[in-house]
C-alpha cells in the first residue's frame, strides 16, 4: 500500500469558533512500482514493445526509454497510457536498450523496468521467388546481404534451389548452414537462432510451410520460410539478422537479478 503524507490545516478562527477546522489536504509522494515482463519484438525499422499493465491505481501512464547499453544512459523516446510502444526511430543493424517507468496524477515516476529487453531490427522481405539452378542459373539464388537474387555461382550467394528429378531442395555451400526447423504458422515463429542440428548434408528437403534458419559464412543468421514450391521455383518470406552473431530472429527479452545502473531520477534531462 502507498504511504500517504498529510497536513492538517487549522486556521486561527479554529481557536476561537469549535468545529471549524480545514478538510485535510493528501499529498501523493510515493513513486508507482517500476512495470515488469518487458518484451520486444524485432521488425523491419521497427521494435514492438509490451509489457505488464501495473496493479496500482493511480499510474497514469508509462514513459518509455532507450539506451544503446543495458547499463547506459536511457533517454525518454515516448509516452503512452497503454501498455504497449512501437518505436519507428530505429534503424537495422543496431541494438537498441529499452526501459519503461510508470507514473502517477501526481507526476511520481518509478524506477526503470528491470528486464533486459532489447531490440535489434533487421531486414525482411516477403514473397521472395528464386528458381531451379540447373533450368535458371542468373536467378537460382539468394544474397541476404544485398537482399537481391543472384547466381548460384555468385560469391553473394547464401542458398540456392536445387530440383533434383523432381525432389526439392534448398542447398547451401561448404562454409554456410542449414537447419529445418519444421512447421510454422509465420515466419515470425522462429524467435531464436539453433545452436546445434545443422545438415550435415548442406541442404534440407523444401517443404511448404516449413521455416529454415540460415548461418552464413560471415557469421549471420537468416530464416524463410516456404509459401509454395513447383518444378520451376520456390516462393519464400525471409529475415536477416544484419547484426553479426546476433541470434535473435524475432524477439529478445530476459530478465536478471541485479539493478539497472542508471535509474529514473539520473536520467538524462
Given amino acids: 500500500m502507498k504511504n500517504i503524507a498529510f497536513f492538517t490545516v487549522i486556521t486561527i478562527a479554529s ?27 524485432n521488425g523491419d525499422n521497427v521494435a514492438y514493445l509490451s509489457w505488464n499493465a501495473s496493479y496500482d491505481r493511480d499510474v497514469a501512464g508509462y514513459n518509455i526509454y532507450s539506451s544503446s547499453s543495458y547499463n547506459g544512459k536511457y533517454y525518454l523516446i515516448g509516452t503512452t497510457h497503454s501498455n504497449s510502444f512501437t518505436d519507428y526511430d530505429i534503424r537495422n543493424g543496431y541494438k537498441y536498450y529499452y526501459a519503461v517507468t510508470a507514473y502517477d496524477y501526481d507526476n511520481n515516476e518509478s524506477d ?31 544474397s541476404f546481404a544485398t537482399e537481391s537474387v543472384v547466381s548460384d555461382t555468385s ?24 537447419k529445418d526447423m519444421g512447421r510454422t504458422s509465420s515466419i515470425y515463429d522462429i524467435t531464436v537462432a539453433p545452436s546445434t ?43 536477416y539478422q544484419s547484426i553479426k552473431g546476433e541470434v535473435t530472429m524475432k524477439t529478445q527479452t530476459s530478465t536478471f537479478g541485479h539493478t539497472k545502473v542508471v535509474r529514473a531520477r539520473d536520467l538524462a534531462q
Fill in 112 to 142: 526503470l523496468s528491470y528486464d533486459n529487453a532489447y531490440s535489434a531490427p533487421r531486414p525482411e522481405g516477403l514473397n521472395q521467388t528464386i528458381f531451379d539452378f540447373r533450368q535458371y542459373p542468373s536467378m537460382s539464388a539468394f
Fill in 155 to 178: 560469391s553473394l550467394a547464401d542458398f540456392y534451389f536445387d530440383n533434383d528429378n523432381g525432389a526439392y531442395y534448398l542447398d547451401v555451400f561448404n562454409d554456410t548452414d542449414i
Fill in 197 to 239: 542440428g545443422w545438415s550435415a548434408t548442406k541442404d534440407a528437403a523444401v517443404v511448404v510451410g516449413h521455416t529454415y534458419v540460415i548461418w552464413t559464412v560471415d557469421n549471420h543468421y537468416a530464416k524463410i520460410r516456404i509459401t509454395s514450391v513447383n518444378a520451376q521455383r520456390v516462393v519464400f518470406d525471409w529475415a
Fill in 15 to 41: 481557536l476561537f469558533y469549535m468545529g471549524c477546522e480545514e478538510p485535510i489536504n493528501y499529498v501523493d509522494r510515493t513513486a508507482p512500482d517500476a512495470p515488469t515482463g518487458l518484451y520486444v519484438e
